[in-house]
């Protein structure tokens, strides 16, 4: 198994500047364990193998399948914070982001 504190991951901090927390709370979408994305990062990411969502403007969400789907969506896409914590992060990035985001009252 790969050690998560040694890795040097592409992606160490997800933000997409096309698009924001406060863009996707706007949009209708307001679950904050998800990290808003674009068209093209959604595209990006879902090429790394990484799970991709659809989201939608009554606040839910459909996993993506297929590039196409992201090309053919006029919409939000997003990733599960927790999915891409697992996968990219370090142990100690991991930490310091729970931390933060609970003192934030992000987390319930």
Known sequence: ??????REPKHA?????NVSKSDMNAY????NGMIPLGRELALELFDEGC?????YENDAEGLVDSRKEILEFDGLFGIEDTAWI??????????EY???KNRNGEVS
Do not use: F, V
């Open 98 to 100: 729970w931390i933060d």
């Open 13 to 17: 901090e997800i933000k997409d500047p």
């Open 51 to 55: 799970g991709i969502y659809r989201l």
């Open 86 to 95: 697992d996968e990219y992060w370090t142990d100690e990035q991991a930490n």
């Open 1 to 6: 198994m790969l050690n998560r504190s040694t």
């Open 28 to 31: 209708g979408y307001t679950w």
